[in-house]
């Protein structure tokens, strides 16, 4: 495969064709086929961005059609038939069903400006400035949402001072001896622990770029319980783990715990297209009028996919059902990797967001990935030392094509630890 123009063009290749060195040409659900006719199964999913899929034929007839028709493409955030339709859907099928309450505030394309926006009206809500974020965290690597980014090999790519985040060990980062919600709130109450109020705490409920790190249900509780008592606003950045990867559709359900503001973006447009939106707790939405916008808020076609996947995937609860079944199936076949390997694999995840953590060696995650790759499976790696590799299959599609992307896992770890 000729991959030159990447190298000359893409200034030493700073893409992905760096990890998967192909050209991608044609996606339908699970399988990719690139320019050679070679087919590779997708267990990366664009990182969360395509949880239905690529392609779903019901997503692709409603965006084609509505391309076909002379309905508004770009509408710089006026109101639309087709904002329409996701807000109504949005409020029928995903806030009205689980109690929730949330004013929607629609950010620029990408998650980063989601979690921009979150932390702008937390800010401002609070009067206050300081946030928050977590060890191993990832929110965005624009300036803002950076700050609040902990891996320094990100951080550094800056080159000025990030300012006005301060990191707190994330559950587990101390081994489960340490309840560091009760740090937090031993740093808060002390006045001399230089730690000022906090306006905001921005957490992910797993963390998928960190290392499939999740953290627990009592955690988040007594995190909740914290940021109440003490006026702080929760910040739950759902971009990665939410739309239904962890098995319902906003990662905070299963702790039962309702966060001040939630980031969406990733799959929540269903067809792939950038969107992100924050939803915001009433009493912290002070944003007056146009002190918020953005050209590119709420595309139309982003809103035909967001629309339509809503309703197909999400009106009852087949869609859980069918996650919960196919996170059954890659959790027993990674449990049996990890069995077979003795003491060189753990695993951990929630739902369609699974974790094969190599324990000594910090290089065998990319090198399990590489020999995927050689055999036909798209898969990555995330943590600190990109020692997990990160399952992160479709929610939706047969178990014959999830069983035969396992498989390939399976090879590819025995030609690695070989
Ligand atoms: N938050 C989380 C939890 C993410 O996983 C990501 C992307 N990996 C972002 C924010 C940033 O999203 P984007 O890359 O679209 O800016």
């Known amino acids: 495969m000729d991959l030159s123009v990447f190298a000359t063009m893409e200034s030493e290749v700073r893409s992905y064709v760096r990890a998967f060195p192909t050209v991608f040409d044609t996606a339908q659900g699970s399988i990719l086929t690139d320019e050679a006719g070679r087919e590779y199964i997708d267990f990366f999913c664009g ?29 710089l955030d006026m109101a639309t038939s087709i904002k329409k339709r996701f807000l109504e859907l949005f409020r ?39 946030i928050v974020a ?12 950076l700050a609040a980014t902990a891996n320094s090999w990100y951080r550094d790519a800056a080159g000025v001072p990030l300012s006005d985040v301060v990191f707190h060990p994330y559950d587990g980062y ?45 955690w988040l509780q007594e995190l909740r319980e914290l940021c109440t008592e003490k006026g702080i606003v929760l910040i739950v950045d759902d971009i990665q783990i939410g739309v239904g990867r962890s098995g319902k559709f906003f990662s905070f359900e299963h702790a039962g715990i309702v966060p001040d503001i939630v980031t ?23 944003w007056k009028p146009g002190m918020h916008t953005g050209t590119f808020r709420g595309n139309s076609i982003a809103f035909v996919g967001a629309a339509r996947s809503l309703e197909e995937f999400w009106s009852d ?18 449990n049996a990797i990890a069995a077979r390997h003795e003491g060189k694999f753990s695993v951990r995840g929630l739902g369609l967001l699974r974790g094969l953590v190599s324990e000594q060696n910090n290089d065998l995650g990319s090198a399990i990935s590489r020999e995927a790759f050689k055999l036909g499976l798209v898969i990555e790696v995330s943590g600190a030392h ?21 498989d390939l896992l399976d090879q590819a770890v025995d030609n690695a630890v070989a």
């Open 386 to 406: 990109d020692e997990v590799v990160k399952v992160m299959p479709a929610l939706i599609g047969d178990d014959e094509t999830l069983n035969r992307g396992l």
């Open 134 to 145: 977590f060890t191993h965290g990832y929110h965005g690597l624009s300036l803002g949402a």
């Open 317 to 334: 609860d087949t869609t859980e059902k069918l996650i919960a079944h196919r996170s059954e199936i890659v959790v027993d076949r990674l």
């Open 47 to 75: 990182a969360g961005t395509l949880n239905y899929g690529h392609n779903h034929p019901v997503l692709q007839k409603s965006i084609v059609e509505y391309l076909s028709g002379n309905k508004i493409q770009h509408a």
């Open 92 to 130: 029928d099928n995903i806030l009205a069903p689980r109690g929730l309450e949330y004013k929607l505030q629609f950010s620029g394309p990408t998650g980063a400006n989601a979690v921009e926006s979150a932390m702008k009206v937390a800010r401002l809500a609070t009067g206050r400035s300081t």
């Open 264 to 286: 969406l973006s990733k799959s929540i447009s269903g067809y792939g297209f950038p969107m992100s939106l924050v939803l915001i707790r009433p009493e912290f939405d002070v």
């Open 174 to 218: 101390y081994g489960e001896e340490i309840n560091t919600v009760a740090l937090l709130r031993k740093h808060i109450e002390d006045p001399s622990s230089g730690l000022d109020l906090p306006a905001a705490v921005i957490v992910e409920t797993v963390q998928g770029e960190g290392g499939i790190n999740v953290a627990s249900n009592q």
